[in-house]
């Protein structure tokens, strides 16, 4: 599992729930690629805070990069999405690498951004309602090796043949005078 979301996105009620997806699945570990990996402050913070929830800090891992961070997602299987402010950007940079996303919906736009970039890249399966659905969909995902590694290979191809990746279309309708 890993992240790429900026810290400013995390909090306690996010950490909790990586916690508890980590606990869930075992061997599993987090990947932080954020510029602030090579941080003491931000690593001893992060491992404080997975600590409260009983996950070890050599289940935390980092890659402390600023720009040119694309490589790494092949060093995660999973994303897991912050909350309440999810990601936009990072989530179809996440996708396109081939790394599916689990995001968490709330009702707000601000919460609401990967559910949009999720189901217009047909992966609505992958967006939950509830704390709980949001860990019952991370653990499910994590055991099941096929999808992922389908996912992994075939995800730019599937993007493309969905208006996530169909960009003419959405500028054609953009412009369309209606």
């Known amino acids: 599992f890993g992240t790429m979301n900026k810290p400013n996105k995390y909090t306690p009620e996010l950490i909790a729930t990586w916690a508890e997806v980590l606990k869930q699945v075992p061997n599993s570990r987090f990947l932080f ?29 980092y890659i402390a990069i600023r720009g040119a961070n694309m490589q790494y997602y092949n060093e ?3 994303a897991l999405d912050t909350f309440p402010h999810v990601g936009g950007t990072t989530t179809c940079e996440t996708l396109w690498m081939g790394v599916p996303t689990v995001t968490l919906v709330g009702p707000a736009f601000f919460e609401r951004i990967s559910y ?30 096929k999808r992922r590694e389908i996912l992994r290979t075939g995800l730019r191809a ?17 412009y369309k005078k209606i």
């Open 33 to 61: 690629v954020r510029p602030e990996g090579n941080v003491p402050a931000f690593r001893a913070n992060m491992a404080k805070e997975f600590a409260k929830h009983g996950v070890a800090e050599n289940k935390l891992a």
């Open 76 to 78: 995660m299987d999973i």
């Open 116 to 145: 949009s970039n999720l189901n217009n890249a047909g992966l609505g399966d992958l967006c939950a309602f509830t704390r709980e659905e949001y860990i019952s969909k991370a653990i499910a995902l994590a055991g099941d090796k």
């Open 158 to 174: 599937q993007i493309r043949s969905k208006p996530l990746g169909q960009t003419e279309r959405f500028a054609e309708n953009f």
